[in-house]
């Protein structure tokens, strides 16, 4: 396993520029792995120019031959076996076993996408057939297909270092929709980043791929980033992160003379809704809430860090079983030492406000980056009274807040920023209510649950991980899910075409069998 700390431009190792820095292993904040400098803007252009260069080949290939290329990409990565999840560990702080799932996960998705690809559903094929007799106008013979919209950009998330990162869902579902990707590496991550990187290469060069399909940009410094999202071969861009970030790649996307789409998954709180009936036994729900807030470390971006519990003594008994709980868990590492620095700061910013108390903390672990969980409480009038209660804090802690009533807790909803997800615990008895509840949360979440957490998305068909804003900037999208290759295609219409001038999934005979909606009736593929 030998990094080197370079960037990966369709292929070619490519040394950075200017200052020196290293990865560092996550529980003690000690540097680890090769020194690495960032892509300068001539190896950002050139990603680009080779990603853009690839486009059209890529895109024309059949889809064996994609498809091929992603199960070869889980391949490889399975092929480097245990090294790449002790490296992952070391850099992250995460269990072993946790990242275990996550490859395998990784691997799930890619080989998911394989499979979506082959059967061609995702190009979402339309025929109108042309109706020539038809009165007062006739129509012309109108067939539809989704294409590639070109080179995607992907930003990884530091809280997945496989799943969202190199060759995570953004990566996974981008080059099943036929663009070549662009990834940067994260600085928090970036050996991982690179075996990663490196297992995608393999694949392309075993499966004939054009150069240029895949590349991976080092970059420490937020200048990398923009200049790639600035690039004008770069047609779309793929984020999961902080707000902050998510924004910034925003702003420059936005500023280009030809802006294009960010699909940014940035923060949310997930609210929980506790009714009456779910209180019947406390301790229970309790022990499984506190088990889903510190997951992880309570570093998941679904995290249930906002609950919401009835005033009255079934609510203390809650609160008591919660506190209990809370003081027997200990803390765990934290990605970073800036992030476990931003969450104690952020818990800090809650327990100063107004009508804030501490409901129970936890005993931080060895590290020093490894700050006990906490959980605090404020009543509803304190909650609105102050929008920084409303504002994520990243990490295992998690803020109850006190409602009487169903229109109180109407008024905490309707407050709430979008989300990407809102769960509510209920029983028969309190079914009235949460149909009240329904459509606020239908207007500020994408995944709404009935019983169970928020922590754990499922990677399926059905599955939305997005929401709106500002849990995403794009509330029509999702980012896990076969739903999500739909991000990076454009759909295009082809009116009275020649048959053998059109592509094969339009043609008359649907040579490839492919599933379509002719005159509004889905016909399903045929092979």
Known sequence: MNLTGNSIVAGRDTPGAGDAWRGTVAATGAPRGPRLRDAPPDAVARAAELAAAAAREYRALPAHRRAAFLDACAEEIEAMGDDLLHLAASESGLPLGRLTGERGRTCGQLRMFAALVRSGDALGVRVDPALPERRPLPRPDLRLRGIPVGPVAVFGAGNFPLAFSVAGGDTASALAAGCPVVAKAHPAHPGTCELV??????????????????????????????????????????????????????????????????????????????????????????????????????????????????????????????????????????????????????????????????????????????????????????????????????????????????????????RAEGQLTATVHGSDADLTTAERLLPVLEERAGRILWGGWPTGVEVCHAMVHGGPWPASSSPGTTSVGTLAIERWLRPVCYQSFPDALLPEELRAENPLGVTRLVDGVLEPRSR
Do not use: K
């Open 197 to 414: 990187a490196r297992a995608l290469t393999a694949a392309a060069e075993r499966t004939g791929m054009p150069a240029g399909v895949f590349s991976l940009l080092v970059g420490r410094a937020p200048e990398v980033g923009r200049a790639l999202v600035r690039d004008p071969r770069i047609a779309a861009v793929g984020f999961t992160g902080s707000r902050a970030g998510g924004l910034a790649l925003l702003e420059a996307a936005n500023a280009r003379p030809v802006p294009i789409p960010v699909h940014a998954e940035m923060s949310a709180v997930n609210p929980v809704i506790i009714l009456d009936g779910a209180l019947a036994d406390p301790v229970s729900l309790a022990t499984a809430y506190v088990e889903s807030l510190t997951s992880g470390a309570g570093q998941f971006c679904t995290n249930p860090g906002l609950l919401l519990l009835p005033a009255g003594a079934a609510g203390d008994a809650f609160r008591t079983a919660v506190a209990q709980a809370v003081a027997g868990s200990t803390g765990q590492v934290m990605l970073t030492p800036d992030i476990a620095g931003s969450r104690v700061e952020g818990v800090a910013r809650w327990a100063a406000t107004e009508g804030v108390s501490v409901v129970a903390q936890g005993p931080p672990g060895q590290s020093p980056y490894a700050p006990g969980p906490v959980v605090l409480e404020c009543d509803a009038a304190a909650y609105l009274a102050h929008e920084r209660l409303s504002h994520e804090v990243f990490g295992a802690a998690g803020l109850v807040v006190r409602w009487s009533g169903t229109d109180e807790l109407l008024a905490l909803l309707e």
